[in-house]
Nanobody, 126 residues
Framework: QVQLVESGGGLVQAGGSLRLSCAAS????????MGWFRQAPGKEDDFVAA??????????DYGDSVKGRFSISRDNVKNTVYLQMNSLKPEDTAVYYC?????????????????WGQGTQVTVSS
């Protein structure tokens, strides 16, 4: 089993920043790619970002709505992936979920991910 635990959500004003963390534990050796998705009330899940977690090279991908504002990174020693969110907008308000997959390269499709965290709320006030 793989456990993913997110942290770092909260309330922030528009234009502010937050950093989310996702710590992986358990049988995480085969989880090569980690991603972030978000879901706002009444909306479908939105791909946010993904990063190849294992291996010598780091490959990343971002959803169009967050490019240039969000940055995904990893700390393989801590088995943790981070999502740095800058220039936050009210439309970024959502529950953010961390996900893991055995896919070697970043993927944007929710169904490609096998493991999920419990989610963390991010609220951006105007």
């Amino acid at each position: 089993q793989v456990q993913l635990v997110e942290s770092g959500g909260g309330l922030v004003q528009a234009g502010g920043s937050l950093r989310l963390s996702c710590a992986a534990s358990g049988r995480s050796a085969n989880v090569y790619t980690m991603g972030w998705f978000r879901q706002a009330p009444g909306k479908e899940d939105d791909f946010v970002a993904a990063i190849r977690r294992a291996g010598a090279f780091s490959s990343t991908d971002y959803g169009d709505s967050v490019k240039g504002r969000f940055s995904i990174s990893r700390d393989n020693v801590k088995n943790t992936v981070y999502l740095q969110m800058n220039s936050l907008k009210p439309e970024d308000t959502a529950v953010y979920y961390c996900a893991g997959t055995s896919r070697i390269m970043p993927v944007r499709t929710k169904s490609e991910y096998d493991y999920w965290g419990q989610g963390t709320q991010v609220t951006v006030s105007s």
